[in-house]
């Protein structure tokens, strides 16, 4: 494991800046994302990498279980929701979450007070009797997320015009198998 992140840029700018510096130079003058992804800041999650992005094509927001407040609930995603949205332009919009994730651990166990009361909202979601309750609640927070994703107005509007897209995502990080959803489809496996 490099535990030294100077060594990591090195060998980047080694094997990505030889022969590829008219692209840096071209990215470097514009910023034009198709996608923002909505993910949790879990370090095993890596949406650029499993969805095969090139560097300058999705904008990545992590924050602890990938959840999207309601409107005016939280100031940094409807400010990221206005640049990328009103800005940028960004045509799809995805949230993406995974198993065994801490966040939707956190809703059943005592915790910190910052994460309890961030996770605390998810605690009224309810879950089917013999349901994998874990399984449940990752999917229904993504549901939920995609859910307050629409009440942000330009957001929703965007949508209705259909100038956007909104998906979920699921990854099973054991397996690697992925479950989508494009609203208002069901979730289904790929």
């Known amino acids: 494991m490099n535990l030294d992140l100077r060594d990591g840029y090195k060998e980047f700018c080694k094997n990505n800046m030889t022969g590829h510096s008219s692209t840096y130079k071209q990215m470097a003058s514009k910023h034009e994302p198709s996608h923002l992804i909505i993910t949790c800041v879990d370090a095993r999650v890596n949406p650029t990498e499993l969805f095969q992005l090139q560097l300058g094509e999705a904008l990545i927001y992590r924050n602890v279980g990938n959840i999207v407040p309601e409107y005016q ?72 997320s995609i859910a307050n994703l629409q009440s942000y107005p330009w957001v929703k509007k965007s949508l209705d015009q259909r100038e956007i897209n909104i998906m979920g995502w699921h990854i099973m990080l054991s397996t690697c198998a992925m479950r989508y959803k494009r609203i208002p489809s069901p979730w289904t496996w790929i």
């Open 73 to 144: 609930q939280d100031a940094s995603i409807a400010a990221l929701l206005e640049f990328a949205v009103l800005k940028l332009k960004v045509g799809y919009v995805h949230v993406m979450g995974h198993s065994d994730c801490g966040a939707i651990h956190a809703i059943d166990q005592r915790c910190p007070k910052h994460l309890k009361s961030w996770v605390e909202p998810l605690k009224e979601i309810e879950t089917k009797p013999g349901a994998d309750r874990q399984d449940a609640l990752q999917l229904a927070n993504i549901d939920r």
